[in-house]
């Protein structure tokens, strides 16, 4: 289970397969509901009381949650994942858009290997952050070019690259951060990573 182009991830962490992720609960969901259907009794109170699908839905989700350790495959050989937890500082005086969290924000490095056999049009990927009850963290202009605003180009079948993103978020949130990548090429799904980030001043 050896990834191809990916001798920028640590050997520790665990592989997952999106796809693989995203059916194991639909498919245990609809053995449940064979055997609710065989072994029912003809009451028809008790299947409606369980009918609801939020709590089946909100189950899905959840396992389909990535950490910050996990690493997204794809069917076409394209592997995604966040190259450790988010850092957290404060900006630096090149370092535009963190006004409104009082110059907090988080730093977010996003590593997409291609396995496949094309070139990947890294370059329409969308990388955003979500927070508390914000969908989109603003995101950092460097003047420096350290932090980007995502993939600049396309990555060549066989290799990786790496696009690091500053996002405003306060220290008060650090505990879950949501990071997003959507792969924008109509082919692969949007996979997000969730965990607590880190600050970069350990000891205060």
């Known amino acids: 289970m050896s990834r191809t182009a990916a001798t920028a991830a640590p050997a520790h962490r665990c592989s997952t397969r999106w796809l693989t992720r995203r059916l194991a609960p639909l498919l245990t969901t609809g053995l449940l509901l064979l055997g609710a259907g065989c072994t029912s009794t003809p009451p028809p109170v008790a299947p409606p009381s369980e009918a609801p699908s939020t709590p089946a839905a909100s189950a899905t989700?959840?396992?389909?949650?990535?950490?910050?350790?996990?690493?997204?495959?794809?069917?076409?050989?394209?592997?995604?994942?966040?190259?450790?937890?988010?850092?957290?500082?404060?900006?630096?005086?090149?370092?535009?858009?963190?006004?409104?969290?009082?110059?907090?924000?988080?730093?977010?490095?996003?590593?997409?290997?291609?396995?496949?056999?094309?070139?990947?049009?890294?370059?329409?990927?969308?990388?955003?952050?979500?927070?508390?009850?914000?969908?989109?963290?603003?995101?950092?202009?460097?003047?420096?070019?350290?932090?980007?605003?995502?993939?600049?180009?396309?990555?060549?079948?066989?290799?990786?690259?790496?696009?690091?993103?500053?996002f405003a978020v306060p220290f008060s949130a650090l505990g879950q951060i949501s990071v997003t990548v959507d792969p924008g090429d109509d082919v692969n799904e949007p996979v997000t990573f969730t965990g607590a980030a880190e600050r970069e001043d350990e000891g205060g």
């Open 61 to 166: 989700l959840s396992d389909d949650a990535f950490t910050f350790d996990d690493i997204a495959e794809f069917e076409n050989g394209l592997t995604i994942e966040v190259a450790g937890a988010p850092l957290a500082r404060n900006a630096g005086s090149h370092e535009k858009g963190a006004e409104e969290t009082n110059g907090e924000l988080i730093v977010v490095a996003v590593l997409i290997s291609n396995g496949g056999g094309e070139p990947f049009p890294a370059q329409d990927s969308l990388i955003t952050v979500q927070y508390k009850d914000v969908e989109d963290a603003r995101l950092i202009v460097d003047e420096t070019g350290e932090l980007q605003a995502g993939f600049s180009e396309p990555i060549p079948a066989g290799d990786d690259a790496t696009a690091t993103l500053g």
